[in-house]
């Protein structure tokens, strides 16, 4: 089955600087690849996703970028801010529905 | 639009007691699936409903764990049996349609404790 490592599992950067996480996949037929946000004790809110056909993309502060080849996507917080401050997970689809998702990055960012 | 409604918020059972968890789906949306996640680790697949239907099942324990999704009502995540090691939380996620041309959209998820 597919199997997505994060990392790292815990990020601290001082306000205004960029924040960068970084998933690897094993199934190579994994098109899909979301990534989500978690306050504590509050539900995963997608914040961007990528599907295999795009290198690329971007949304203001938040950018995600794939290689296929590598099967590795990253995840770039630019300006970071406080509210930024949360457990950031990574998934991989698996099949139609799927996802798998890997453990998690806490992200802290320093006033 | 109302999102993924799940409830109760905090349950508390103890052990050999039944836990029923419950989800309504977005509006709009036919697809559920359920999650459990232990403190500090990512998202574990469980089961993906259809209405009426079970479409998968693979991260369903085998023994105590049941799931449906009703022509009418929410959809229900059932443990028979509680056990301490049961204790998580347990996320509900729709999506409009399969292929994830939609992305899933979560619930609050209940918080499951065993005493």
């Known amino acids: 089955g597919e199997n997505v490592e994060q990392h790292p599992s815990t990020l601290s950067v001082q306000e205004g600087d960029s924040a960068v996480i970084k998933c690897t996949y094993s199934?190579?037929?994994?098109?899909?690849f979301p990534w989500y946000k978690q306050e504590l004790g509050k539900r995963p809110q997608l914040i961007i996703d990528?599907?295999?056909?795009?290198g690329e993309k971007k949304d203001q502060r938040i950018a995600v970028t794939l290689n296929k080849t590598a099967k590795h996507f990253s995840l770039h917080i630019t300006e970071t801010q406080p509210e930024d401050s949360a457990v950031y997970f990574c998934?991989?689809?698996?099949?139609?529905?799927?996802?798998?998702f890997g453990a998690g990055t806490t992200v802290t960012v320093r006033a | 639009n109302a999102g993924v409604m799940q409830n109760p918020r905090h349950l508390v059972r103890r052990r050999g007691q039944e836990a029923r968890l419950r989800c309504s789906p977005m509006?709009?949306?036919?697809?559920v699936y359920w999650y459990r996640q232990l403190p500090e680790e990512g998202l574990k697949f469980m089961v993906y409903?259809?209405?009426?239907?079970?479409?998968?099942e693979s991260g369903m324990p085998k023994e105590r764990f049941s799931a449906e999704f009703p022509k009418e009502g929410p959809s229900i995540l059932r443990i028979q049996q509680v056990v301490r090691g049961d204790s998580a939380a347990y996320f509900c996620?729709?999506?409009?349609?399969?292929?994830?041309?939609?992305?899933?959209?979560f619930g609050d998820g209940t918080r499951l404790s065993i005493l």
């Open positions: 199934d190579s037929a994994s098109n899909y």
């Open positions: 996620a729709s999506s409009p349609e399969q292929g994830l041309g939609q992305p899933q959209h």
């Open positions: 409903l259809q209405k009426e239907n079970i479409i998968d």
């Open positions: 509006k709009g949306h036919s697809h």
């Open positions: 990528i599907r295999s056909n795009v």
């Open positions: 998934a991989a689809s698996i099949g139609d529905y799927k996802l798998s």
